[in-house]
C-alpha cells in the first residue's frame, strides 16, 4: 500500500503523517524506519527521530508522557506546498507563494554552511546550498504530556 506523503501541510503535517501522531501511529502508516537516531541533550524532552531515507523523510517525536510527531523534514523533490512543487521555486517565488498563503514574515540566516529561509508563524525552514533548496522541515511546538501546543 503506498501512502501519499507530498502536500506539505505547515502546522499540520504530510498528507497522511500529522502532527501529534504517536511513533505507532506512524510505524502503522509508513512500516519500520530504516534508521533511528535519539537525541538527548535536554534533561526534561528527548528526542526520537526515524528516517525513512526511500521515502526522503525524517520524523521527529518529542514528549515525556506521551511521544509524537513534532516535526518532519524532506528532501523528496515531488513536494507540494499550496500546490506548487516547492523544490522547483527559487527563494524569491517560495516567500513570494508564502506571503501569498498569510505567512508574510521571514528571516533568512547563514546557519553551517547553509542559508536558511524561517517563517516562524508557520514554524516552517526551508535549506539552501549554493542557491538550491535542499530540504524543507517543519513542525509544531509539543508540551511534556505529548499535546501540541499553540503559540
Not at 501511529?25 to 526511500?54: C, F, K, P, R
Not at 513536494?79 to 512543487?85: A, D, H, P, R, T
Request: charge should be negative; glycine fraction near 10%; hydrophobic fraction near 40%.
Amino acid at each position: 500500500m503506498k501512502i501519499e506523503l507530498t502536500v506539505i501541510e505547515p502546522l499540520k503535517g504530510y498528507g497522511a503523517l500529522k502532527f501529534g501522531q504517536t511513533i505507532n501511529d506512524v510505524v502503522s502508516l509508513l512500516g519500520d524506519a530504516e534508521e533511528i537516531d535519539e537525541i538527548d541533550e535536554d534533561d526534561m524532552m528527548n528526542t526520537v527521530i526515524l528516517h525513512y531515507w526511500d521515502l526522503g523523510i525524517s520524523v521527529f517525536f518529542e514528549g515525556i508522557e506521551k511521544s509524537v510527531v513534532s516535526c518532519i523534514e524532506t528532501d523528496d523533490m515531488d513536494s507540494l506546498i499550496f500546490g506548487v512543487k516547492v523544490f522547483d521555486l527559487d527563494k524569491d517565488q517560495l516567500i513570494a507563494l508564502m506571503k501569498k498563503n498569510g505567512y508574510k514574515e521571514y528571516e533568512i540566516e547563514l546557519e553551517e554552511g547553509e542559508n536558511r529561509l524561517s517563517f516562524e508563524e508557520g514554524l516552517i525552514d526551508f535549506f539552501y546550498a549554493g542557491g538550491e533548496l535542499i530540504a524543507v522541515s517543519w513542525g509544531v511546538l509539543i508540551n511534556e504530556k505529548g499535546e501540541i501546543e499553540q503559540f
